[in-house]
């Protein structure tokens, strides 16, 4: 039986473990963070002050930081084991994506293209706060096309990988703010982002019913995994060949569908078969965003049903892939 996370109102946004797995962020579209141990799911603290819908976080390394990115037009950063809020920036529109480097030293986040303002990714450095004081990030990149739905850091922090609403991906330096490659796999609004452990690979989950296996480096596509509704979000096993995707109709689509509840299942898919092996239902809506443990042993899902679901894996499932 999973265990079940109850902290939010509204639909989770975005789940993630930090690096050692220990703990797990969840943000959702009302203006609570929560933090929770991922071994036994007790909620460990909120980090508040947002006044609006959260839609990303992330934290850095040795999870002294976490950064969190909403739509009241700010990108926060805090302190991971006080709940104290050290820096805050104000952005001229909703704050999509956010991230840390390799480091620690340096986030980037992504502004929404609304209410006539440009989507733009800005870069900060941590170390000198006259950065942050002053809102003068050291480097801001102009995205006029298609606005960025989802961006990570790449290895070693020398690039991002941002995807677009219109489907592409691309890779910006973070040093020159240039655009090194620009590919275009899907058809659709690219949702959610994931690197693998090694981060030499990464998945993306796209409103065109797919999840995409690609190389870091290159942005070389490497395998497909389709299925018949949008895909929300995709996650790499840090041990196995495995992914897991969760997706569903939107919200607003779903009574318009057939009366089976529109299969709000996560799938489980081998990386190098495509095929897949594996579901687990439990959502009362479409899962929006999905994440594997650090040490492969347990995966968390979160739902438009404003739950959070940590599953671990039957000892059978380690078995299984051993001998396969």
Same mark, same amino acid.
């Given at each position: 039986?999973?265990?079940?996370?109850?902290?939010?109102?509204?639909? %989770?946004?975005? #789940?993630?473990?930090?690096?050692?797995?220990?703990? !797990?962020?969840?943000?959702?579209?009302?203006? #609570?963070?929560?933090?929770?141990?991922?071994?036994?799911?007790?909620?460990?603290?909120?980090?508040? *002050?947002?006044?609006?819908?959260?839609? +990303?976080?992330? =934290?850095?390394?040795?999870?002294?930081?976490?950064?969190?990115?909403?739509?009241?037009?700010? +990108?926060? !950063?805090?302190?991971?084991?006080?709940?104290?809020?050290?820096?805050?920036?104000?952005?001229?529109?909703?704050?999509?994506?956010?991230?840390?480097?390799? *480091?620690?030293?340096?986030?980037?986040?992504?502004?929404?293209?609304?209410?006539?303002?440009?989507?733009?990714?800005?870069?900060?450095?941590?170390?000198?706060?006259?950065?942050? &004081?002053?809102?003068?990030?050291?480097?801001?990149?102009?995205?006029?096309?298609? @606005? %960025?739905?989802?961006?990570?850091?790449?290895?070693?922090?020398?690039? %991002?990988?941002?995807?677009?609403?219109?489907?592409?991906?691309?890779?910006?330096?973070?040093?020159?703010?240039?655009?090194?490659?620009?590919? @275009?796999?899907?058809?659709?609004? %690219?949702?959610? #982002?994931?690197?693998?452990?090694?981060?030499?690979?990464? /998945?993306?989950?796209?409103?065109?019913?797919?999840?995409?296996?690609?190389? +870091?480096?290159?942005?070389?596509?490497?395998?497909?995994?389709?299925?018949?509704?949008?895909?929300?979000?995709?996650?790499?096993?840090? /041990?196995?060949?495995?992914?897991? !995707?969760?997706?569903?109709?939107?919200?607003?689509?779903?009574?318009?569908?057939?009366?089976?509840?529109?299969?709000? &299942? =996560?799938?489980?898919?081998?990386? =190098?078969?495509?095929?897949?092996? *594996?579901?687990? @239902?439990?959502?009362?809506?479409?899962?929006?965003?999905?994440?594997?443990?650090?040490?492969?042993?347990?995966?968390?899902?979160?739902?438009?049903?404003?739950?959070?679901?940590?599953?671990?894996?039957?000892?059978?499932?380690? &078995?299984?892939?051993?001998?396969?």
């Amino acid at each position: 039986k999973p265990i079940l996370l109850q902290g939010h109102e509204r639909s %989770i946004t975005q #789940i993630k473990y930090n690096r050692e797995g220990d703990l !797990l962020f969840t943000v959702a579209k009302d203006p #609570i963070v929560n933090v929770w141990y991922s071994v036994n799911g007790e909620r460990l603290g909120t980090y508040n *002050g947002h006044t609006g819908a959260v839609w +990303c976080v992330d =934290a850095d390394w040795d999870t002294r930081h976490v950064l969190t990115g909403s739509a009241d037009n700010s +990108c926060r !950063l805090w302190d991971c084991e006080t709940g104290k809020q050290l820096a805050l920036v104000k952005t001229s529109s909703a704050v999509r994506t956010c991230g840390f480097d390799f *480091g620690g030293n340096i986030i980037m986040f992504s502004t929404d293209k609304q209410m006539g303002y440009q989507c733009f990714v800005s870069f900060f450095d941590l170390r000198d706060s006259s950065q942050i &004081e002053n809102n003068e990030p050291y480097m801001k990149i102009p995205c006029s096309d298609s @606005k %960025i739905t989802s961006a990570v850091w790449g290895p070693l922090g020398e690039f %991002i990988i941002a995807g677009h609403e219109n489907g592409e991906l691309n890779q910006f330096s973070a040093k020159s703010g240039e655009q090194l490659s620009n590919v @275009k796999e899907h058809t659709k609004q %690219i949702n959610d #982002i994931q690197t693998s452990r090694d981060m030499t690979m990464f /998945i993306t989950a796209s409103k065109d019913n797919t999840a995409k296996l690609f190389d +870091c480096t290159t942005l070389e596509h490497l395998k497909t995994f389709r299925t018949e509704r949008p895909v929300n979000s995709a996650a790499l096993s840090p /041990i196995f060949d495995h992914v897991v !995707l969760g997706g569903g109709q939107e919200a607003m689509d779903v009574t318009t569908t057939s009366t089976r509840i529109g299969k709000f &299942e =996560a799938r489980f898919f081998h990386l =190098a078969f495509e095929e897949e092996f *594996g579901r687990v @239902k439990g959502h009362f809506g479409p899962i929006n965003s999905v994440a594997f443990h650090p040490d492969g042993k347990s995966y968390s899902s979160g739902g438009e049903d404003g739950y959070v679901r940590i599953h671990y894996f039957d000892p059978q499932y380690f &078995e299984f892939e051993f001998e396969a």
